[in-house]
């Protein structure tokens, strides 16, 4: 699934151009990815959702922002809102104003729904918003094995360690491995050395959100993955700006779907990841 966040368009351009290699082998550039449709074949069942938040996303209607060198402060204001004079809200500042209040003036970006409400961190025990219930409702009907959120705001494409059942914990580490490799070797990453990319010891840990609500709720193993931004480029350990080209961006897109493909094709999914005790 892509587009929690409305602004975030890295994770719903690689969805369209999945659905265009399944359907004809070839991304919407006419680049041939021959492991992707030989892998998805295999699967049981693939489930693709390219906006979850499509009140965020119609909020920002761009199709594209400009390239700004290492200036983030439009794509962050277009994520986080603001106040009328450009004042940013900023991350994760932005976490403080859920529900964000639509008579303030400010502009909301496009992290909330037309409630207000950061599906990230919905109140999932409580009253939850209709965009997190129709994922509920789905995860319960297809119990799925692995949930793909897909995030725009990382220097280079990276899962996250997600809040989730520790029995899922070698799993989560075995898909960090899988993915990090393939975008190492692809030249998608700070290096292209996969033992220091696709070390899971670099997983950023995340806060209980909706990843972790999910897993309690169905038993998936849910990670966000966060790409690199086309807007504007992080600093990489060397303090050189990471650009990537919309081309890499798409690249890194795909090659995630591929390998985390692959790992579950591989290691058969959850039934596989946590054996049950013989009796
Ligand atoms: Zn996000």
């Known amino acids: 699934?892509?587009?929690?966040?409305?602004?975030?368009?890295?994770?719903?351009?690689?969805?369209?151009?999945?659905?265009?290699?399944?359907?004809?082998?070839?991304?919407?550039?006419?680049?041939?990815?021959?492991?992707?449709?030989?892998?998805?074949?295999?699967?049981?069942?693939?489930?693709?959702?390219?906006?979850?938040?499509?009140?965020?996303?119609?909020?920002?209607?761009?199709?594209?922002?400009?390239?700004?060198?290492?200036?983030?402060?439009?794509?962050?204001?277009?994520?986080?809102?603001?106040?009328?004079?450009?004042?940013?809200?900023?991350?994760?500042?932005?976490?403080?104003?859920?529900?964000?209040?639509?008579?303030?003036?400010?502009?909301?970006?496009?992290?909330?729904?037309?409630?207000?409400?950061?599906?990230?961190?919905?109140?999932?025990?409580?009253?939850?918003?209709?965009?997190?219930?129709?994922?509920?409702?789905?995860?319960?009907r297809e119990r799925p094995d692995l949930i793909l959120n897909m995030h725009t705001g990382a220097t280079y494409m990276i899962i996250h360690r997600p809040f989730i059942e520790p029995a899922l914990n070698p799993a989560l580490e075995q898909l960090f491995r899988c993915v990090q490799t393939g975008l190492a070797l692809h030249g998608l990453q700070n290096t292209n050395d996969p033992k220091i990319e696709g070390d899971p010891g670099r997983a950023p840990l995340s806060v209980f959100n909706l990843d972790g609500a999910l897993n309690l709720h169905c038993g998936a193993l849910s990670v966000v993955v966060e790409s690199p931004c086309h807007g504007y480029s992080m600093k990489n350990s060397n303090g050189d700006a990471a650009m990537h080209t919309p081309e890499m961006l798409l690249d890194a897109q795909l090659i995630c779907h591929q390998e985390a493909m692959k790992f579950l094709v591989e290691t058969g999914g959850r039934s596989g990841w946590t054996p049950g005790r013989k009796p």
Do not use: C
């Open 1 to 140: 699934m892509a587009g929690v966040h409305g602004a975030e368009f890295e994770g719903i351009v690689g969805m369209v151009n999945l659905i265009s290699v399944i359907e004809t082998g070839k991304d919407l550039r006419g680049k041939e990815w021959s492991e992707i449709s030989a892998v998805a074949a295999q699967l049981d069942r693939l489930i693709l959702i390219p906006i979850v938040n499509p009140d965020g996303r119609i909020r920002v209607p761009l199709r594209m922002e400009e390239y700004r060198g290492t200036d983030h402060t439009v794509a962050e204001y277009l994520n986080t809102g603001g106040k009328p004079d450009g004042t940013i809200t900023g991350w994760p500042q932005v976490k403080e104003f859920i529900p964000f209040d639509f008579t303030s003036g400010n502009f909301p970006g496009g992290y909330p729904n037309d409630a207000g409400i950061n599906i990230q961190h919905d109140d999932f025990f409580g009253k939850r918003q209709p965009e997190t219930q129709a994922l509920f409702n789905l995860t319960e």
